[in-house]
């Protein structure tokens, strides 16, 4: 396997990208054995000497293996252009042949990391959802090889069968439609951390989020502190640790902030969006330049976001999201990731307008009237199936075991889970205008989906024997993206959405990736 | 409303919800049914097992659950498989499950990636087959048709792979 086929000239990557293997095994293992560490941090720190040195070294021989396991995976990625399509062979331990069709890449971004910026030096990422979960990253070719690279793919990603899109292709002339000042990413950061301060504050969940990345993080930053804690344990008394969670309490609610913002800085500072063609680029980052493309058809949605604090600025951030293998998007797993969606931050009012009507030709985002779901039904369904059972279990408990006062918490409950229900309720809603079909959610903010109607992959409709009684149904939109789900709609408008998807769907032969 | 605006559109357009049901092939029930019975025979011989051993009477309670409970969930999943059904469309393929909790999939021709046509071993004895389609976006089936004859598998999916330019696999 490893002879070089004749005929195809196999490229390594630089030496420098031996970083990258070592940041990226870094990552990994942070990612996987975070407990393991805090679990590690905390022996060491009540270690003795001798036992101190013994991690020590281990630690030591855990830095070797991994920079020679870099080293290694370096030697071992190689990568070759062959007419349309990029191979990659790569793995030290699992050994991979990777052959991806340039019409299957979704996305490819060049990102210039501190350091390869000094040698000349890119990282070229190409995801190419649709064939299996899987990224390339070329870590360290040079930026002017990348830049071409980048060229090459794009023009050969799919055989433009439409002319004026062709000849709109070959006039290419960059046009800025969008930067973002300083003061705005940092807006972009207030808002996107808005839920993670919630949880520390209510620490309850409720609404239609994508709490994930949030939880992740927060998560993260519950070990670093519970490793804190076992830290001040060690060296002393019980006021001195409480006093150490208090500060930290207080720290977390001002930090975290600060840190999302910083955070933001570093990623989007100098924010510009500009098209070229039908590409849009997307060009930002303080230390590290990221350098995005997408093309305009395989958007698949396009999600505005806005949260609490994003509605007090009255800001909306805008995701474009592209098609994406295995997102178990119904599953409520992790969310598709920040690699398959494209991020326009913290967009006034007037500008949303004209950049989802920018994204999706013809659609008029200011015409949406939603139509509601029926409200019996849906909050019936939540107070019966998510409110009353742990409600129920927990008031009864403390009523029946600690004191019978506990009973009062029953209607209080139950009253602010009312109210949720029926904030949530408002926010849902769905409609049809055009060719576009819109799809919001929301608890204090909302989160709506515009998508294109002839973009739907497939359409499922369920009803229970209670919704067949009361005309009504489950919709379920999905999408090459992420899955929609409309509860409890009424079966005519459930009828109505599919039957004019489809016809949008098999009435054309544009294609949708 | 904008949504009432459509309504007119809406309704010259086919109505999926309209479209006759092709019941599974008849072999299909008696498939399902013998499934069953290797799964709830070994069960049920299994349960004698404790009386045997004991030698108690009220041990023997035990079979008759094991036999109501086969009874209820094998005539369950034989009425499920009886109502399953599948229609073809110019355009489309509709499938649709359930004995209470009724589901309707529509899955139009030019977005399926991928067919693929399968049958175990009791399907074989039987002349059946497993019909999946894939689409883009999910990496599960998205949608599973069981209880086709092999032939009548076959014949869709030729239907389909002349519709759209799609992989197939066996």
């Keep these: 396997m490893t002879n070089t086929d004749p005929g195809v000239n196999w490229q390594r990557t630089s030496p420098v990208a031996v970083v990258f293997f070592l940041f990226n095994a870094a990552r990994q293992f942070v990612n996987n054995g975070l407990p393991a560490i805090v679990v590690i941090l905390a022996a060491y720190a009540s270690a003795s000497d001798s036992n101190q040195s013994l991690i020590q070294a281990a630690l030591l021989l855990a830095i070797i293996i991994g920079i020679l396991g870099s080293v290694l995976a370096w030697l071992r990625f190689r990568f070759c252009i062959i007419d349309d399509r990029i191979l990659v062979r790569s793995g030290v331990l699992h050994r991979e042949e990777l052959s991806v069709d340039f019409k299957r890449i979704q996305n490819i971004s060049i990102r210039e990391p501190f350091y390869t910026r000094p040698f000349g030096l890119a990282l070229l990422s190409i995801d190419t959802a649709g064939s299996g979960k899987k990224e390339i990253v070329l870590g360290g070719i040079k930026k002017d090889v990348a830049v071409s690279l980048r060229k090459t793919i794009l023009s050969k990603a799919r055989p433009i069968d439409d002319n004026a899109e062709s000849e709109q292709d070959t006039q290419a002339d960059p046009s800025l439609l969008l930067s973002r000042s300083g003061k705005d990413i940092a807006i972009y950061g207030l808002t996107i951390n808005f839920i993670f301060w919630l949880l520390i504050a209510i620490g309850a969940v409720f609404g239609a989020y994508d709490f994930s990345e949030e939880v992740f993080m927060w998560l993260a930053a519950k070990i670093q502190i519970q490793d804190l804690i076992s830290f001040a344990q060690g060296d002393g008394s019980l006021i001195s640790s409480a006093l150490i969670i208090l500060g930290l309490g207080l720290a977390m609610f001002l930090l975290l902030p600060l840190i999302s913002v910083i955070g933001a800085l570093f990623r989007h500072y100098g924010y510009r969006l500009s098209i070229e063609g039908e590409t849009y680029r997307k060009n930002s980052g303080l230390l590290s330049r990221h350098d995005e493309s997408l093309k305009r058809h395989k958007i698949q949605a396009v999600v505005l976001k806005q949260n609490f604090v994003a509605r007090l600025f009255n800001r909306t951030n805008i995701q474009l999201r592209v098609a994406s293998a295995g997102t178990g998007a119904d599953q409520g797993q992790l969310p598709t990731g920040p690699k398959s969606t494209f991020l326009v931050p913290a967009l006034h009012p007037e500008e949303v307008m004209d950049l989802t009507s920018e994204f999706l030709p013809a659609c008029e985002m200011g015409k949406t009237k939603f139509s509601r779901i029926n409200l019996r039904r849906f909050a019936a369904f939540k107070l019966g199936l998510a409110v009353l059972p742990p409600v129920l279990l927990v008031t009864g408990t403390l009523t029946l075991l600690v004191n019978w006062k506990f009973a009062a918490m029953l209607p209080l409950a139950v009253g602010t889970a009312c109210a949720a229900i029926y904030r949530s309720w408002q926010k849902l809603g769905y409609a049809v205008v055009g060719e576009y079909g819109f799809v919001r959610y929301g608890f204090i903010g909302t989160k709506t989906t515009v998508f294109p109607l002839f973009k739907v992959q497939r359409v499922d409709i369920r009803q229970s024997p209670g919704q067949r009684r009361k005309g009504l149904a489950h919709l379920n939109i999905h999408l090459a993206s992420h899955s929609l789900k409309i509860p409890h709609m009424p079966v005519k408008h459930a009828n109505a959405m599919r039957d004019l998807m489809l016809f949008h769907v098999e009435s054309t032969d544009r294609p949708w990736y | ?170």
């Design chain 2, 1 to 170: 409303m904008a949504f009432v605006n459509l309504q007119l559109a809406i309704d010259d357009l086919p109505a999926a919800a309209e479209i006759e049901m092709e019941p599974m092939s008849a072999e299909y029930r008696r498939e399902v049914l013998s499934q069953q019975f290797i799964i709830w025979i070994p069960a049920l011989l299994g349960s004698f097992l404790p009386f045997v051993l004991a030698q108690r009477y009220f041990l023997l309670a035990i079979p008759v659950i094991v036999l109501l409970l086969g009874l209820f969930i094998g005539s369950l999943v034989v009425r499920m498989s009886g109502v399953k059904g599948i229609a073809l469309r110019e355009h489309d393929i509709a499938y649709r499950s359930g004995l209470y909790w009724r589901k309707t999939v529509v899955l139009a021709f030019n977005r399926v990636q991928h067919v693929e046509v399968s049958s175990g071993p009791l399907q074989r004895k039987f002349g059946l087959a497993t019909l999946k389609f894939f689409t883009a976006g999910g990496s599960s089936v998205d949608l599973k048709v069981d209880g086709l004859a092999r032939e009548r598998a076959e014949q869709i999916r030729a239907y389909v792979l002349g519709k759209s330019d799609v992989a197939d696999s066996e």
